[in-house]
């Protein structure tokens, strides 16, 4: 028995990096999520310390504050908290608003800086015990640091003070101790820690408890907040050395057994057998009530529908719930936080029931009766007891030609009995019935001990049916575990049948030579060959090995890997010398032949990537004499290993009997063979099978999307192949393109076909699409909107008889791209087993128009793209053109983890030409024999739409996004951000092939929701050597002058320095284009979120303004990617909001004021002189913006910072003219009352709705005496 011992074992990178060192940590408590209030097993309630001065309550030890309604009294106190109490919670006001008035609930847990982490809550008060003590297995010699981070309610007189202590384990006393630490400040989260040093004699203690301890004497405070309780290995040549103790017998403090129980709905008592040390004694457990001496928790995650209830160790398994394969964990704990874990292992009992038998008088039963005596054994440790739900059964037929099949005991009068006390006997029909069954039941309550075993005998007299010597008699047993309504519940059969024979005399001749005919890979064991069983009794067999006679079991298997061979064994009886010969021919000879060239013999051959290819039969088989014989077709995709068969249904292949197999859309080498069957026996083998190897001659494009303005020209991207080929380019007409530029002056989507012809045979094609959109910034009345598809069907080919199935699968077609279906298929061989959805239309869509699909997979290190494929839908439903993988080969390598990406692609037949298309087929296969899943979240093309500017249609409000992942605290639906469209997020490998399932972005939509408060979490603790990657669609084209802005919060340390945030990385996109450079951390302008007027006092977090630039964009990338297990913005980096904000700025003038240090400071030194007596001027981008202008005050805090912006009533400015692109606006009051508190209001309107967020920029409106030409308002990209 040991104490729990926690081992974080940090992956290193080792290539082109140097090898850091982790110190190992003991343990780090960081209480968890927030799930209610919740107690502590390491919160002492007993002990020593028991003589200590009371708490209210009764008890010197901190007790849990249960929250009471309508509470008073000593209720009252638990419920807020107050002294001598303690609770785990979270302490945001959010999740936490019943306790006690002052608790600082505007503050956040240390670890998750999240209102969904918990904390220790606790009310030290005037008692100076021991609020924490943990048990914990150290090595002699080494140094250890211990350390929490404590948050102050209370200052001065209030503070809390403390100690920490290395304590004996069993009796309390110190061994060592830290001097006593007083809190500093309020509201913060402070770390304190103190350093100790195992003594390096081995004859001395290593197991002890660590603790604090209160040390403050007060009522009035001592309240705190306590976070990441943390003991690791540390290096301190100072570190106090711990007092030599004798070494402590860990059994004798708690000791918790292992547990074993038989899988069923229903409940377990863990604990019964855990023993617990009790005044120098070891006692059972107990978890409550007035004696209660332990505590027990579960350890790790355990499934859902097993729950472990801590008050009476009661585990329960719900209906519907999953068997675990592995054993769950638990812990005991004494009342002093000294804790030893044990597990809990559920096993199908019925499938540990094994049957071996024996007979009397087998070699000469003649005058005899023969008993025949089974063996059941249970081989596992738990009872097997008979009831009404679960049974055991051995069942068996007598049967031969002539005379009555009854026992001779039990009694052949009776068809039912009671045998042995512990069977009930069944005959089965009449007595006169040939063949009769016999079946014994275990009586209901009957027990089969663990590991033990019970017997069944039984007798039978085979001398009175008068029968020759030649036939041997036998008994074909078979034991079952039946449910009540009579199926077999025992999946493990290898050991459930029993073959015994008896024979007359000892000269009897009872072994024949026989033929047995068998298929070309069946299996199939000697002993069934020769027609016993599998595991039989009273029979011998041999084989010739290097021409000596072996011995081999019963169950040894006949080789049927080659067709034609004949394969023999011999076998006797026990009782007899003579062996008799089996002769086993395995398949058919002439089996006929295969070709991949139609009319000559041919077996390997190369065929083009995404191509149709038949393999034809060359030669018929045949069978001496002529018998029926009948075709199918076998694949494989891992030369050889495994072969399926081809189903009629498969829309991957064609079958044409045996004349032709025709594999479609051909996508990787298989292997091709026909299976012949020969009717009349059903006898199968196989022909010469026959390779088509894939050529994929892939081509490669410099740059596959262009967005350009009107009238712009492009240069054709350079194109590589992987063979020697001619490639020519041709524009969306069908016309080749000579020279290597060309020119749009016209709005719209356009395509630049793209063919490489393969110089050598085959002459494969490969066709790549080149996408350019045309925009034009100065056309107001068109924009793009999505078409969506609004029918789906789907469809499986089984493997193995296993469907895949589709889940969920309205979601895909339900409008909105959060939802979706999910395609499953339980297991993948080698691509054979495909399962897909149908997404249509409900109209046929024009060729050359692109359309999207937006999916999710699980990507791993054995399931690595190829997995989800994609093909077009032609108008009548069916597919057309090539299976295409859903995302660009070279980052498909590269994803790890989950992942979320949209796949655009021009519907083309199989020559590469544009097709008219009505829908989307998503086929989830695989690439190995894994099970696979694929999320389908929708798909839709774009087309232009034409609005009016005067009277638009705007969505100020934002999309709800229904399928949005979020956390249990918040509330209501999602919606997203008025300028939002879609989020896309994964994770890529960075070369390092390391992969995690966890290493994606939790809550993705929370950072372009409209709650400010919300966010997305970039997992960095199991992302580590991953690049994480968040993608934000705008359903606006930003325009030159437009800022991004990323609100952002750090774990454990604040964003506060540049320097900290060159993992994070920035990219901007107009469609899948790359717009400008990528921008990182040293390039933000970072500032604090108070000079925005966002959030009030936000602690860590920053806004990152990522500064405009002279191009449109329409997305943006936030990449995240450290190669550092820890880094320096903690394990989580939090993303609260991704937006656009136009930067606004005075140009002229007394200087360039930017519209992103707005509201900083107060008064006018950094505000903007503007003369009232002039006009207002804002240079517009293009047509399609216009600007609502009016005025509003600040109001701040005591230390000068902006808090919120109020409007002054009466204040907009009136557009009195536009000439060009500059807008004139007239002022209509000094608003004199506002003087050192004023702000300009701009609303940015595109396309006549609100754009973005309001711009409040500092000024000064002045009286002007002589004639000042206020500076220009203008977006900036400087």
């Not at 929370?1006 to 408060?1013: F, G, I, R």
Request: glycine fraction near 8%.
């Amino acid at each position: 028995m040991k104490l729990n011992k926690i081992i974080y074992l940090f992956l290193l990178p080792i290539l082109m990096m140097s090898i850091k060192t982790k110190a190992q940590i003991i343990f780090k408590e960081d209480f968890g999520r927030h799930d209610g209030r919740k107690t502590s097993p390491y919160i002492p309630q007993g002990g020593v310390d028991s003589s200590l001065p009371k708490f209210s309550h009764g008890s010197a030890f901190y007790k849990f504050g249960e929250y009471f309604a309508n509470a008073s009294g000593e209720n009252l106190n638990s419920s807020n908290i107050n002294d001598g109490y303690y609770a785990i919670l979270s302490p945001h006001k959010s999740l936490n608003p019943k306790i006690g008035s002052w608790w600082n609930t505007n503050v956040y847990d240390n670890t998750t800086k999240s209102s969904i982490g918990a904390a220790l809550i606790l009310n030290a008060g005037a008692t100076k015990n021991q609020y924490y003590r943990r048990g914990v297995v150290l090595e002699h010699g080494k140094t250890y640091k211990l350390s929490a981070y404590i948050l102050n309610i209370a200052s001065g007189t209030g503070a809390h003070k403390f100690k920490m202590q290395a304590q004996n384990i069993i009796t309390e006393s110190n061994v060592g101790e830290s001097p006593v630490i007083t809190a500093t400040g309020t509201g913060v989260w402070v770390q304190y820690s103190w350093t100790f040093k195992v003594p390096t004699n081995t004859t001395c203690n290593s197991n002890i408890a660590v603790s604090f301890r209160n040390q403050a004497e007060v009522t009035q405070g001592n309240d705190v907040y306590i976070d990441d309780i943390q003991l690791e290995e540390t290096v301190d040549a100072s570190a106090v050395e711990l007092t030599c103790e004798g070494t402590v017998n860990l059994d004798n403090i708690i000791k918790p057994e292992n547990d074993t129980y038989k899988w069923t709905t229903g409940s377990y008592f863990i604990g019964q057998n855990d023993k617990v040390s009790v005044n120098n004694a070891m006692v059972t457990v107990v978890l409550s009530g007035a004696t209660k001496n332990a505590s027990i928790s579960t350890l790790g995650v355990w499934p859902t529908g097993i729950t472990l209830d801590p008050a009476t160790g009661e585990v329960k398994i719900a209906t519907g719930a999953v068997m675990p394969t592995a054993p769950l964990k638990y812990q005991v704990c004494n009342l002093i936080g000294a804790c030893s874990e044990a597990t809990v292992t559920f096993i199908k009992l019925e499938e540990n029931i094994s049957l071996t038998g024996e007979v009397s008088e087998q070699c000469n039963y003649d005058g005899k009766i023969n008993t025949y005596t089974l063996t059941i054994k249970n081989n596992s440790n738990i009872p097997f007891v008979a009831s009404a739900a679960e049974t055991l059964e051995i069942l068996f037929t007598i049967n031969h030609s002539t005379g009555l099949n009854y026992l001779d005991d039990p009694d052949p009068v009776l068809t039912t009995a009671v045998h042995q006390n512990i069977w009930n006997y069944t005959r089965g029909g009449l007595r006169v019935a040939n063949p009769l069954s016999h079946s014994f039941k275990l009586v209901n309550g009957t027990q089969i001990p663990a590991n033990g075993s019970v017997q069944l005998t039984f007798k039978k007299d085979w001398n009175l049916f008068l029968l020759t010597e030649e036939f041997r008699r036998s008994l074909d047993i078979k034991l079952s575990v039946k449910d009540s309504g009579g199926a077999n519940i025992d999946k493990d059969t290898s050991d459930n049948s029993l073959f015994i024979s008896v024979f007359k005399s000892s000269l009897a001749d009872n072994v024949p030579n026989l033929d047995v005919k068998v298929s070309q890979f069946q299996i199939i064991t000697v002993g069934e060959a020769a027609g016993l069983g599998a595991n039989t009794d009273g029979y011998t067999f041999y084989k010739i090995e290097g021409g000596v006679e072996v011995e081999i079991p019963s169950n040894y298997l006949i080789p049927t890997q080659d067709k034609g061979i004949n394969f023999q064994f011999t076998y006797k009886s026990e009782c007899k010398l003579f062996k008799a010969t089996v002769s086993v021919p395995v398949g058919i000879s002439n089996t006929g032949s295969i070709t991949t060239s139609q009319g000559v013999a041919q077996n390997t051959t190369n065929a083009c990537y995404g191509s149709d290819f038949v393999v034809y039969g060359l030669t018929a088989a045949s069978t001496t004499p002529v018998t029926p014989i009948t075709y199918s077709w076998e694949v494989s995709k891992d030369n050889g290993a495994t072969w399926l068969s081809v189903s009629s249904v498969d829309e991957n292949y064609m079958i044409n009997g045996e004349i032709s197999l025709t594999l479609k859309n051909l996508l990787e080498t298989t292997k091709v063979r026909r299976v012949v069957k020969v009717t009349s026996d059903n006898i199968t083998a196989v022909s010469n099978d026959v390779t088509v190897n894939v050529i994929h001659n892939q081509l490669t494009l410099s740059n596959t999307n262009f967005s350009i303005q009107s009238g712009s020209t492009i240069t054709l991207p350079t194109a590589i192949t992987t063979e020697p080929s001619v490639v020519v380019y041709k524009d969306h007409l069908g016309n080749v393109i000579s020279g290597n530029t060309i020119t749009y002056n016209a709005v719209g989507l356009y395509t630049i076909t793209v063919t490489a012809t393969r110089n050598s045979t085959p002459n494969c094609v490969t066709t790549e699409t080149i996408l350019i959109n045309v925009y034009d910034l100065s056309s107001c009345n068109e924009t793009r909107e999505k078409v969506m598809v609004t029918q789906e069907g789907w469809g499986s080919v089984p493997v193995l008889f296993i469907s895949g199935i589709v889940s969920y699968r309205p979601n895909a077609i339900d409008n909105d791209l959060s939802t979706h279906s999910t395609i499953t298929i339980p297991i993948g061989l080698l691509g054979l087993g495909t399962t897909w959805q149908n997404l249509r239309f409900d109209h046929t869509i024009s060729k050359g128009t692109p359309v999207t699909v937006k999916v999710g997979q699980e990507y791993s290190a054995v399931q690595v793209g190829g997995g989800v494929t994609i093909q077009a839908l032609d108008a009548a439903g069916k597919t057309i053109g090539p299976l295409l993988a859903a995302g660009d080969g070279a980052l498909l390598d590269l994803l790890v983890g989950d992942n979320v990406f949209e796949y655009s692609f021009i519907p083309k037949n199989s020559s590469g030409a544009a097709v008219d298309y009505s829908g989307v087929r998503i086929v989830v296969g695989s690439t190995v024999a894994v099970a696979n899943s694929a999320k389908v979240f929708g798909a839709f093309y774009e087309k232009k739409k034409t609005i009016d500017v005067n009277n638009p249609t705007c969505n100020t409000i934002g999309n709800v996004v229904s399928g949005a992942s979020k956390p249990s605290d918040y509330v209501g639906n999602v919606t997203l951000n008025p300028l939002v469209d879609d989020v896309l997020w994964g994770v890529e490998d960075i070369g390092l092939g390391v992969a995690s399932s966890l290493a994606s972005i939790v809550h993705p939509y929370l950072a372009v929701d409209k709650d400010l408060e919300s966010f997305a979490i970039f997992n960095k603790s199991v992302a580590a050597l991953n690049r994480q990657k968040l993608t934000v669609k705008f359903n606006q084209v930003a325009r030159p002058g437009d800022q991004v802005r990323i609100i952002m919060g750090g774990f454990e340390v604040p964003v506060l320095d540049l320097s900290l945030l060159t993992d994070i990385k920035v990219q901007r996109y107009l469609g899948n284009l790359k717009v400008g450079p990528q921008i990182n951390g040293s390039q933000f302008k970072v500032l604090d979120l108070n000079l925005l007027a966002l959030l009030g006092s936000t602690g860590n977090r920053k806004a990152l303004i990522v500064d405009a630039i002279n191009e449109p964009f329409d997305r943006v990338e936030l990449t995240y990617l450290s190669t550092v297990q820890v880094g320096l913005l903690g394990d989580y980096t939090y993303i609260y909001d991704i937006s656009i904000k136009p930067k606004l700025i005075f140009d002229g003038g007394n200087g360039i004021i930017d519209s992103t240090n707005s509201g900083s400071g107060s008064g006018s030194s950094s505000a903007t002189n503007l003369c009232a007596g002039d006009f207002l001027r804002i240079e517009k981008p293009d047509p399609c913006t216009s600007y609502q202008v009016s005025f509003a005050n600040a109001t701040k805090d005591g230390d000068g910072n902006i808090t919120s912006f109020t409007d002054i009533s009466n204040s907009s400015l009136a557009l009195v003219r536009e000439t060009g692109n500059m807008a004139f606006y007239e002022f209509n009051s000094l608003h004199a009352t506002h003087k050192d508190n004023l702000y300009i209001k701009i609303q940015t309107y595109r396309q006549g709705c609100p754009y973005a967020e309001p711009i409040y920029l500092p000024v000064n409106l002045l009286n002007c005496k002589d004639a000042i030409v206020n500076p220009v308002l203008k977006l900036s990209t400087k």
